[in-house]
């Protein structure tokens, strides 16, 4: 997976501001042999944008090396209307067009939609709204938010919620619906994020939303009406298959930490969550508890069905060892993912290492423990066994959680945490930014100063 990405951090978000004969927002249709739908759908998207877009627009049509007239109409279009280009690329791919377009475009805010206009055009100024307001740094649409109104066949939903199900339990993902044919992206945020991103089809969508909520970027969403294209030319075997082997590059990627994410963080301080804290409460504990507990329940439950798998052939103190062992290597491998988001492979063995020396501690309770329930009662029930071990393991616990809290992953001294190529810095996506220092930005009022400069 290509690693290069553009020098520099990311600005603090801020309002966009209006440059003279820039358009604000270029809107890409990427199209493959649509010479029929090409013109009703270009026409209807621009007469749209003239009556309820308040700012500047451009419309892209990026031609996938079609072969029928799409080249053709696509010029004609060009002609007829101001606001419309087209480009011509001689390689299929939605993501290979998306990248080439907004790669030379100007505007600072990009986007696409799918020739078909499945979604609701009523959608386009909430969407792009937060991105010109300085709210968030990427917007897309869902067809799977509560409010959304859906029209489309079972076979198209099913697989429509497994991919995302799959993402969400392969990837971690927390964006509702990748592949809906409607997004937007802040310039400054693609012109770093792009390179980063290696597929040039149908997973492009995908990749490109991993990456962005890793790296700790704003994903606002939008719920949409839409209404399926029955001759949509999407062959769903072949591109399910693709999204597949991108998913497992992708998760292979971020688990050895070979992404430089930590490129794409805005600047701390950024947050208002990092202009103070409760005094005596560290930052982040509340989450760290949460996860902490669901891996404890985890690692118990395992733990009691090694326990009572081993103990007739190993005895209770040679069952406890090892299902301690056992449940002790699990139990610190998902902590410091889970819980303590630490990623790559730097200083894992010295983790490890770390929370044996843990696991000898709880051994020792667990272990003391039995051996007194042993002299207070000669033949102690199973029940009571099970019951003991419980109590010392929730003591082991606590003194689980400070001693990795404290020692195996300490929190770094300006209250970062996370590795990322053996760097700290925001790789896990938990620390997003939430705008300018001052005021928050109302994404709802995409107010835009006038100026002769650049906007950021």
Known sequence: MSTDASPGALPARAPLALRPGVPVLDVVIPVFNEEEDLGPCVHRLHAHLTRTFPYPFRITVADNASTDRTPEVA??????????????????????????????????????????????????????????????????????????????????????????LLLRSSLAARFSDAQCGFKAIRREVAERLLPLVEDSGWFFDTELLVLAERAGLRIHEVPVDWVDDPDSSVHLVRTAAEDLKGVWRVGRALAVGTLPLDRLARPFGDDPRDRGALPGVPRGLARQLLGFCAVGVLSTLLYLLLYSALREAAGPQGANAAALLLCAVANTAANRRLTFGVRGRARAVRHQAQGLVVFAIGLALTSGSLAALGAATAEPAHGTELAVLITANLAATVLRFLLFRAWVFPEPRDGRQGLCDGRRGPCDGRRGPSGAPGKPADPTVPTIPTTTEEGP
Do not use: C, Q
Not at 83 to 106: C, D, I, P, Q, Y
Not at 130 to 139: E, M, V, Y
Not at 143 to 156: D, N, P
């Open 75 to 164: 010029a004609g279009l060009a002609l007829g209307l101001a606001e419309v280009r087209s480009t011509r690329l001689e390689e299929k791919g939605r993501g290979r067009a998306l990248r080439t377009v907004w790669s030379r475009s100007e505007a600072p805010v990009l986007a696409y939609m799918d020739v078909d206009l499945s979604t609701d055009l009523n959608a386009v100024l909430p969407l792009v709204a937060p991105l010109i307001s300085g709210h968030s740094d990427l917007a897309i649409g869902t067809r799977l938010a509560r409010s959304s109104r859906v029209v489309r066949g079972a076979k198209r939903e099913f697989v429509s919620r497994a991919y995302n």
